[in-house]
């Protein structure tokens, strides 16, 4: 089974809000890095939080990792319609290699 | 410099065919992976090269499928006598070092696979 849940499935937002997306996982990690992606194709990459670490930024990006209870929520602040797109978390499983597993994505909506 | 690029980017073919997918990582990369994502199943690792061996196949979902990868940079997958199951979006990574702990993946734009 996946490592990753993500929650909320979709949400739905007005321009200008924050939004909140949720991740949890099932074992101890190297890291977890949020991607983002549109219409289907390739992923970008937003940030990578190191498993000793509990808050990163970049830009209008949140990251935070509670490793005591194997989550992570991404906040995206000030909200724009091209943040439109699926986030998806994805977790470095410690001693497993490179393979990155992936949550089920949340899907985002930004409406002008 | 150029990112991850992936060809074709879209595939039709008959079931029972062969097809082969290609990825060229970025320049440097020494490592490289393979990702599937379809509807029913999400985002699932297939394989990662470091270098030129494969320490991880796990994700491989039967021996139809195969990859390799010479000279430490290209790959190229290999679906044989491919089922409509097979269908999905195939997506290439390449990284500076697998495992690191603050290795990042950077994704090509994909391979749509469809089986007719």
């Known amino acids: 089974s996946q490592q990753g849940e993500e929650d909320p499935q979709a949400l739905s937002i007005q321009e200008g809000e924050n939004a909140t997306m949720n991740c949890s996982y099932k074992t101890s990690i190297n890291n977890l890095q949020w991607y983002r992606q549109n219409s289907g194709r390739g992923l970008v990459h937003l940030i990578l939080?190191?498993?000793?670490?509990r808050e990163k930024h970049s830009g209008r990006l949140r990251v935070t990792l509670d490793t005591s209870k194997k989550s992570s929520s991404l906040l995206i602040t000030a909200s724009r319609a091209a943040d439109t797109a699926s986030y998806f978390c994805?977790?470095?499983?410690?001693?497993?290699?490179?393979?990155?597993?992936f949550g089920q994505g949340t899907e985002l909506s930004v409406k002008p | 410099g150029a990112g991850v690029s992936q060809s074709p980017s879209n595939k039709v073919t008959e079931k029972g065919k062969d097809v082969e997918l290609r990825c060229d990582p970025i320049s440097g990369h020494t490592a490289l992976y393979w990702y599937r994502q379809s509807l029913g199943q999400g985002l699932e690792f297939l394989i990662y090269f470091q270098g030129n061996s494969a320490p991880d196949k796990s994700g491989l979902p039967s021996d139809r499928f195969s990859a390799e990868r010479t000279g430490g940079s290209v790959s190229t997958l290999t679906i044989q006598r491919t089922q409509q199951e097979d269908s999905a979006v195939y997506l290439c990574?390449?990284?500076?070092?697998?495992?690191?702990?603050?290795?990042?993946?950077?994704f090509g734009p994909g391979t749509r696979l469809t089986v007719l």
């Open positions: 939080i190191r498993s000793n670490e």
């Open positions: 990574a390449s990284s500076l070092f697998a495992g690191g702990t603050t290795d990042t993946q950077y």
């Open positions: 994805a977790t470095l499983i410690y001693n497993q290699g490179g393979k990155l597993i």
